[in-house]
């Protein structure tokens, strides 16, 4: 019986059983995927039909994209599932949606990692439903640990989640984009550019990792009275850079509810 069975070997599918892997080199991890091309290439061992999947594993891991969630719940509903735990990573799918179509005593875990699972630097939040016990919650989040740190969340938080941390790398690269071609504007070609922007926010995020303190007082390290930083910094200031941030964020939220709710339905 394998400890971890994953339906999609996608982009995170293959990310989490990597980093399940890592974390615990003993674990079991059998894999399936529609597309037979990437079984092929899998490193895990792979199931030839999802009821060898369903059949196999203690806990199953949905990592298929949204859209196509609603097939295979109708697929898997067809399996017992009793002493089965599900996660699932579909962003915007409530535990709702999948205890409808599995039955609401099936055992479900819902979980927002992001992009850092591919340099095993993830924040995943983790909800579950009543039916998960404190073990089954325990094994479920060493899976996660494998992709980084894990924190335990009411469902309910899940959008605000989505908005921030699953969101904000996206939000970070913008930025990053936008430095980089400031500092092309003042001078440097992209390459180098990029060069700088990159070490810059790297040390920048490690000291501020390392050192534990607030985001304002590293700013107020770097900012001397009448300095070149304080020169930039009034830019973001006079733009009201703050508001444009916090409604973006909020904008993100509102999103998130939108899209979850026109899931629920
Ligand atoms: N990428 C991120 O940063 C991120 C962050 C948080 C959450 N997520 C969530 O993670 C999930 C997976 O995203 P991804 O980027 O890894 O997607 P992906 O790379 O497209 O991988 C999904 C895989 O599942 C396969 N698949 C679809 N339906 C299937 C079925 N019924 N049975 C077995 N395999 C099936 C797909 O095959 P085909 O290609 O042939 O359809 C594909 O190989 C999504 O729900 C997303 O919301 C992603």
Redesign the pocket.
């Known amino acids: 019986m394998a400890d971890l069975g994953i ?7 293959s990310a989490i059983a990597q980093g399940y892997k890592n974390k615990y080199p003993k674990a079991k991890v059998l894999v ?4 037979k091309a ?1 079984l092929k290439i899998a490193k895990f061992k792979t199931a030839k039909f ?1 009821k060898e999947l369903a059949e196999n594993s203690n806990i199953l891991l949905i ?4 859209q ?1 969630i609603d ?2 719940l109708l ?1 898997l509903k067809r399996f017992s599932l009793k002493d089965k735990t599900l996660i699932s ?3 915007g799918i409530p535990i709702s949606r999948l205890e409808k179509f599995l039955g609401k005593d099936t055992k479900i875990i819902r979980v ?4 850092g ?1 591919f340099v095993q630097r993830s924040i995943s939040a983790m909800a579950k439903n009543k039916n998960v016990s404190n073990k089954d919650f325990s094994s479920a989040k060493r899976i996660f640990a494998g992709l980084g740190k894990v924190l335990e969340v009411k469902e309910k938080e899940i959008n605000a989640i989505t908005a921030v941390s ?1 969101s904000g790398p996206g939000y970070i690269y913008y930025f990053l984009a936008l430095l980089e071609k400031a500092a092309q504007k003042a001078g440097f070609d992209k390459e180098k550019a990029r060069r700088l922007i990159l070490e810059t926010a790297v040390a920048s995020v490690l000291l501020a990792e390392k050192s534990g303190m607030e985001f304002s007082e590293l700013v107020k390290k770097v900012a001397s009275k009448k300095g070149t930083t304080e020169a930039g910094l009034k830019e973001f200031k006079k733009a009201e850079l703050g508001k444009t941030v916090e409604k973006a964020v909020l904008s993100a939220l509102k999103r998130a509810k939108q899209i979850s709710r026109r899931i629920v339905d």
């Open positions: 339906i999609g070997y996608g982009n995170m599918g399936f995927d529609k597309d990437k999802l990592a298929v994209k949204p196509d097939s295979l697929e990573i579909a962003a927002m990692p992001n992009l699972a699953g």
